[in-house]
């Protein structure tokens, strides 16, 4: 068989995942492979031989997403693709952790307001961050005005009882139905895929969610089981937990939050927020394989080549 039909046959194979018309026996997890237990919080404990951090003071939520493996039996590469939170807070020591990393290519997925107010990545010399702007639908705006408040009155009216959860939801959301965000991410699968560039980061501003929905994609178009894939989701709650408490304590201490708790459920991933974007995924698309092809306009060929890239 000519390796052009091993990739087409790789990337249908992944394809009948993505649908679900393998056995439902194909799905128990792979031998030897641990999956990860949640608490009631939804918060995963990442495994070493499968979460793979790359430990920076400026930034919590940079991580390899090389090492998981396969339905067909492979393993995700190592050193390929990266997903974090944003680096414009890098110290040098960083920078220079980062420059081994040999990227090629740092997508950011912040909007420009992020940017205003967090600042631009720090990233090694010669290397400039594309602006790859996914719409929050305001949250940034929403949280910054809610906090600048200082109104514990105004900050339950905007973020309490279940409001701040149904706003991540909606988010969630618009990773499927908005024509612009599919685009984004579209363009990063492609480069991913093409891999002329070398290594590749892609990031937002917590790591958590336009890049924790990316790296969901991503993780299954590779045929990476979807229980791995959310776990690797969830995981940025256990990578994020301390320095989001810290943030928490910071505006209660300043004044500027009574109850900065308020702030939890934008903090955190959740698997409801996961399950919004699939269920509208399934609605609109029929599923992860029409969300893939008709959504995001990937062919066979460009899935095939995530494969040969990809998965050793």
């Known amino acids: 068989m000519s390796r052009a039909r091993i990739r087409l046959a790789i990337a249908v194979f992944a394809s009948a995942l993505a649908i679900g018309t393998l056995p439902a026996a194909a799905h128990a997890a792979p031998r030897g492979h641990s999956t990860t237990a949640s ?24 991580r390899d997403l090389g090492g998981y493996p396969t339905w067909s039996g492979g393993r995700v590469r190592q050193g390929l693709v ?17 420059s081994g990393l040999g990227l090629g290519k740092v997508v950011d997925f912040r909007i420009p307001m992020e940017l205003q107010y967090d600042g631009a990545d720090r990233l090694p010399a010669g290397l400039t961050a594309t602006s790859r702007p996914v719409s929050d639908l305001g949250l940034y705006a929403t949280l910054l005005g809610a906090i600048s408040s200082g109104d514990p009155a105004t900050q339950e009216q905007m973020l309490g009882g279940g409001r701040a959860e149904a706003y991540m939801r909606d988010i969630y959301r618009t990773f499927v139905t ?5 685009a984004q991410f579209a363009t990063t699968l492609r480069e991913i895929a093409d891999g002329k560039q070398g290594p590749l980061l892609y990031h937002c501003t917590s790591g958590k969610d336009r890049t924790g929905w990316m790296s969901y994609v991503l993780l299954r178009a590779l045929a990476v089981p979807e229980s791995t894939a959310t776990s690797d989701y969830l995981a940025s709650n256990t990578f994020r937990a301390a320095y ?36 509208q995924m399934d609605a609109d698309y029929g599923g992860f394989y029409g969300y893939l092809t008709d959504g995001l306009g990937l062919d066979l060929r460009t899935l095939a080549k995530l494969q040969d890239k990809l998965v050793r």
């Open 82 to 98: 990266y997903r974090s939170d944003a680096l414009a807070k890098l110290t040098p020591a960083d920078v220079t952790t980062l």
């Open 244 to 279: 989001d408490a810290q943030l928490r304590a910071g505006l209660k201490q300043s004044g500027r939050m009574q109850n900065p708790d308020l702030l939890i459920p934008l903090q955190e991933v959740r698997q409801d927020y996961l399950d919004a974007a699939t269920a």
């Open 178 to 182: 908005g024509p612009e965000n599919r």
């Open 39 to 62: 608490t009631p919080a939804g918060r995963y404990h990442p495994q070493a031989e499968t979460m793979r951090q790359i430990p920076l003071q400026g930034a919590v939520n940079v």
